[in-house]
């Protein structure tokens, strides 16, 4: 049986096959591709800042990033400000806040039958993309950070209205996430306790427990995380045991025969990425908590990326008051990047998980790009022996409707995956 995923970025679709009444086995097919890392073979260096942020119209800041750094990493003796790093974070950090924003209202709550609260994701999105601009001087689609820094000179009137846009983001988040004050929130370690408040959050919680999928529909409960920042560290979570000593060059790519999405393996094992995974690395006491009553489950991946919200709205708030405005935006780069014969990597953690770009230069000219993004991670497709990640959260379910919901509880991105 067939089912097409959409509401999402793209398409994707689920065959699904049974045995006694139950799914055996879904095999998952992104069905077209846009060649993006073809097209970079042959341009300039610099032309992968343009036009990597349009690999994908929800994750285009985090391929800005990504890509900044990947080229920058090429060099070997490069100087960047630490007004800059603050800057490049605050924007990525607002652009996973929205995705949250987005995925919940319009994937998670229509999904329980609240097509009514859509509208709610326009007013925090606007004011994420607001704080954006503010700094890359346009949402989406920014190309302001390039190799040496970022191109815009902030002043304190901007540091003003950023925070005015994180402080009403933050109250939208009181006002219908979880109708509590924001301190109360961040400092929840009971995830049982979440359940007794009022809000949007704690009502899809509530319906969650009540569709009996927290003892089945579970995967791996194996997690990585690649991207680093002031809040995020890398690591591997194996069944709640944190290991930080990680490394790039045990991730692997794998051709799956029906669909134009590789899939992607650490030490030859499947792993989870995102919130879920961000959470259990960063031992955040709520999710952990979560965990360890409900374990890989759809419960705790829901709970993870919201509540990553308010962690990034708090954590921001911090990162805007470390802006020293007399610091350069941008340090020229020691050698002319058409000189440069190179390689370099980045790892950054966009809304769905770690995103890895890889590029080779020759006389500044980019030889091989490669991107790995979140959703060849989570939702790419294994064999029946050893199923993919989402694959392994479906088998065993009973109904199509709850292996969708499954499905969307990781996420899902056809166009960055099909590049």
């Not at 470390?322 to 953690?349: H, Q, R, T």
Request: with cysteine; proline share 3%.
């Amino acid at each position: 049986m067939i089912k097409l995923i959409e509401k999402i970025e793209g398409e994707a679709k689920l065959d699904f096959s049974f045995k006694d009444g139950k799914i055996d086995f879904v095999d998952v097919k992104f069905m077209s591709t846009r060649n993006i890392e073809n097209i970079l073979k042959g341009k300039r260096a610099f032309d992968a800042l343009v036009i990597n942020p349009r690999v994908c119209g929800i994750c285009g800041h985090a391929h800005l990033i990504a890509t900044v750094q990947a080229l920058e990493s090429c060099y070997e003796d490069l100087e960047l400000s630490n007004k800059a790093k603050i800057m490049r974070e605050l924007t990525l950090n607002f652009e996973l806040i929205q995705n949250h924003f987005k995925w919940f209202y319009l994937t998670i709550l229509p999904f329980f039958g609240h097509s009514q609260q859509i509208l709610k994701a326009t007013y925090p999105t606007q004011l994420m993309g607001k704080a954006i601009a503010i700094f890359g001087g346009q949402y989406p689609h920014t190309s302001y950070a390039i190799v040496g820094g970022v191109v815009c000179e902030i002043t304190q009137m901007d540091i003003v209205k950023c925070d005015n846009y994180i402080s009403q983001t933050l109250k939208f988040v009181e006002d219908n996430i979880v109708k509590v004050d924001a301190k109360t929130l961040l400092e929840a370690t009971n995830s049982d306790l979440l359940l007794e408040y009022e809000g949007d959050l704690p009502n899809i919680l509530r319906e969650i427990k009540k569709e009996d999928v927290l003892k089945d529909a579970k995967s791996y409960d194996r997690f990585i995380a690649f991207g680093e920042s002031s809040f995020f560290k890398k690591g591997k979570s194996l069944k709640a045991k944190v290991s930080h000593k990680i490394s790039l060059e045990d991730v692997k790519e794998s051709e799956v025969p029906s669909s134009f999405a590789k899939n992607v393996s650490y030490k030859d094992k499947y792993y989870e990425v995102g919130p879920l995974a961000r959470a259990m690395i960063n031992k955040t006491p709520l999710i952990v908590d979560a965990h360890k009553k409900h374990g890989d489950s759809v419960f705790s991946r829901v709970l993870a990326r919201v509540y990553e919200i308010s962690t990034l709205l708090n954590h921001s708030k911090i990162l805007l008051k470390n802006l020293d405005l007399a610091e350069p935006s941008y340090i020229e780069p020691p050698l002319d990047i058409s000189k440069l014969n190179s390689s370099g990597f980045s790892a950054v953690e966009a809304a769905r998980g770690t995103l890895i770009h890889k590029v080779e230069i020759k006389d500044g000219i980019i030889k091989n790009y490669e991107i790995i993004t979140p959703t060849q991670w989570n939702l790419s497709g294994g064999s029946r022996e050893k199923p993919g990640v989402s694959q392994k959260a479906m088998v065993g379910l009973g109904d199509i409707k709850t292996a969708e919901l499954v499905f969307k509880s990781f996420d899902v991105c056809s166009v960055c995956t099909t590049h």
